[in-house]
């Protein structure tokens, strides 16, 4: 099981949980319970979270991170990508590299 108490008082940093709690809108015996595991962070809290320090609920409630969702050029580019041969694969980031380097503005 995820340590989120941990991750929350990770979050609250150097503010007391009376503080976090006043800045949150919630009590500090909620706070204390969040941090000691004793109660698990509503959907209010974890949206609060996430404005406030842009921590996604899912790594508060579960430790892992979400996938990004890809864009769907992005979605095209990588199915197409897992079509080609490997000598083809190399070729296209040769290709990708030098057009990333030649449209970097100049210094």
């Given at each position: 099981?995820?340590d989120?108490?941990?991750?929350?008082?990770?979050l609250?940093?150097?503010?007391?949980?009376?503080?976090?709690a006043?800045?949150?809108?919630?009590?500090?015996?909620?706070?204390i319970?969040?941090?000691?595991?004793?109660?698990t962070?509503?959907?209010?809290?974890?949206?609060?979270?996430?404005?406030?320090?842009?921590?996604?609920p899912?790594?508060v409630?579960?430790?892992?991170?979400?996938?990004?969702?890809?864009?769907h050029?992005?979605?095209?580019?990588?199915d197409?990508w897992?079509?080609?041969s490997?000598?083809?694969?190399?070729?296209?980031?040769?290709?990708?590299?030098?057009?990333?380097?030649?449209?970097q503005?100049?210094?």
């Open positions: 099981m995820f989120t108490g941990g991750l929350i008082r990770k609250r940093g150097n503010l007391t949980q009376e503080e976090f006043s800045e949150m809108g919630v009590g500090r015996t909620t706070i319970r969040y941090e000691s595991n004793e109660r962070p509503d959907a209010e809290f974890l949206l609060k979270l996430y404005d406030m320090f842009g921590v996604d899912t790594h409630l579960t430790g892992r991170m979400p996938v990004p969702t890809l864009e050029e992005e979605a095209d580019l990588l197409v897992r079509r080609l490997d000598a083809d694969k190399s070729a296209y980031l040769r290709i990708g590299r030098a057009l990333a380097e030649f449209r503005p100049l210094k």
